[in-house]
């Protein structure tokens, strides 16, 4: 990422602090939730000595502890949480210790009701679920950052403080009056005068101009049919808000001690926060996964969701949360069958994650969550569960050279924040159901089964790295990301840009000329007109290549056609029936030594599938592996000049045997392998290289 010089100052840092925690570990985390105020101290004895038992090292301790450390306000009952960690650090065991700011006591949901959050309806989100908080609520705010300073003074000098945690998946959204005061503020500094947030918000429509900073408030729900550029200041907003208790806090916990890392956990596919600013305010980014056991094709989320968080800081990552088994918040849990839980704890490590760690350590008797799964379940050491669990502790420190190492990628896919609530949080498009992640997973995908390694990209990134650059479907586009791209592309770059891209500022105002803006010149072409597909309207498209130029012959398309008219670019394809019968649905434009290809329309996975390898074929990258099934996921990680091939055979029921790229040795089987390794269903193959 392009970095400020601050945040590429923090970024060393943080990588410093993350050395000095491997180092302590000497090996990949392995761990997860403890909670031990829901057990008398008995049970901790029991439950440190089982954690020795599975090589457990990391254990994150505290997260929703606020009432038993924190009865009433400003009574402080550390006892047992120093007794906890004692116990912990007698037993080897390094503490990630939580501040537990997620969960407010019901004491302070009593006494500062105007601290729990109003939803967009108007209604109070009450005490009695977790996350009920007003980010913005001063008096939360405050009595957070009394909790917080009270832990780091009492556990800052603990020697079995490893980390720290800063509160839990942070996400409320509140339309208080609070939130609303914040907002002004918030837009005070981004626009400095009415004037310039009249303009950006195009206030002349719909005789919404603000003469008063005191009119503006936050966008609640009974008020549909918003302005766009407001819900997206909003959206922004709320972002930042969260980011903010996120800073207070560890700014605190450094003040007392610098050299552990300091993280929150993140969500996938999380709309409410943008994790590319946020991996700036961290130390490593960490990440909650939680795939559909139920859901055979589940990995492929994962996979890009690991990715994208390796991206976010280019480095390493925590996996802080998985289940050991089963979740309980949907209809039907289904349960990890066996191998499936090693298998997903692999691939998070195969897409540079450095830790595996759990939801949580022992099954809860009571609460929520007293169905989902733990590494040591309600029936204890005889459970499958727990079984897999010892046996993945016991057998990750045969891969430990691979720690810390990076995974280098050809290819980039823009995964933006802004992007995304342009395209789906701010309504009035040509159509409305735009699922952003969807289309990234679908531009995804045919990199991922054809073996290719992928990074992901935001309108700030370092684009000169990769060779290729997928766009899915980035309606909004900032100027300086316009000014990038065309850089990039000019000095050699590859685009493969998909339709209703490029048409809106930051501001979510049209570009003008008309359409798609800013990206205009480098597609070479102009659309006069977006022409949702009626239900179930499908168009033929005719490539005009050679029959072996990858994407020859004819296909099916849906969903979305752009009207193009062409500039300066060649015809790739074109539509062979429908309204724009004999009209272009995919142009390539040269532009200084790259090109930029565009597609007008949704083409069916498998034809999108052949233009995506097509251009990567073009472009010269290579795949990790060839000739190896696509549920075969294949990665690289590679420390001090030696590789780490990473085969995973997400299949339930088939085997899969792989030509290999290099000679090595399975580090899990302790094999040496040559020209190809065999993947029983759900196995797991790391192959080290070796060196000549
Ligand atoms: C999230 C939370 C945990 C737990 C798990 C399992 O990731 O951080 O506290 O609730 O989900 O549902």
Known sequence: MTATGSAAEADASGRDRMDALRRRLGGFAFGGDYNPEQWDSAVWREDVDLMRRAGVNLVT???????ALEPEPGVFTFEWMDEVLDLLHSAGISVDLATPTMAPP?????????????????????????????????????????????????YSGHPALAMWHISNEYGPTAYNEQSSVAFRAWLQRRYGSLEALNDAWYTRFWSQTYTDWAQVDVPAVPRSWMNPARQLDFKRFVSDALLECFVAERDIVREYRDDIPVVTNFMRFYRNADYWKWAREEDAVALDIYPDPGDEDSWVSAALNFDLMRSLKGEPWVLMEQAASAVSQWKVNNVKRPGMMRAGSYQA????S??????????????????????????????????????????????????GSSAPADVAVLFDWDAWWALTETHGLPRNDFDYPGLVTDHYRPLLEAHHAVDFVSFDSDLSRYRMLVIPNAYLVPDRFVE???????????????????????????????????????????????????AGETFEVQFTGAADDGAAGAVTANWWQDSVHVESATVRAVYASGLLQGRPAMLENTVGEGRVVYLGTRLEPAALTRVLLGEAQ????????????????ATLREADGVSFLFLLNHSESHAAEVRLPFEGHDLLTGASVTDAVTLGPLGVAVVRAVTP
């Not at 490590?349 to 540079?352: E, L, M, R, Y």
């Not at 979510?508 to 010149?521: C, F």
């Not at 000739?627 to 996921?633: L, N, Q, S």
């Open 484 to 534: 990038a791209l065309t850089r990039y592309v000019e000095g050699g770059g590859v685009v493969v840009c998909s339709f209703f891209s490029g048409v809106v500022d930051e501001t979510n105002q049209v570009r003008q000329p008309a359409y798609p803006g800013g990206l205009r010149t480098l597609i070479g072409g102009y659309i006069d007109e977006y022409l949702p597909a009626r």
């Open 349 to 352: 490590i195969a897409h540079g």
């Open 61 to 67: 301790v505290g997260v929703f502890a606020w009432a």
């Open 106 to 154: 019901a004491w302070l949901s009593q006494n500062f009701p105007e601290t729990l959050p109003m939803m967009a309806d108007g209604e109070t989100f009450g005490f009695g679920n977790r996350l009920h908080y007003d980010p913005s609520s001063p008096v939360y705010r405050e009595r957070a950052a009394i909790i917080t300073r009270a832990l780091a003074e009492r």
């Open 618 to 633: 073009r472009s010269g990258i290579r795949a990790l592996v060839t000739d190896a099934p696509p549920t075969v996921e």
């Open 354 to 403: 450095d830790t595996v760690l759990y939801f949580q350590w022992r099954a809860s008797r009571g609460g929520h969550e007293r169905f989902h799964s733990a590494m040591l379940p309600h029936s204890g050491t005889a459970s499958r569960t727990w079984g897999e669990v010892e046996a993945l502790g016991n057998e990750l420190p045969l891969i430990k050279d691979a720690l």
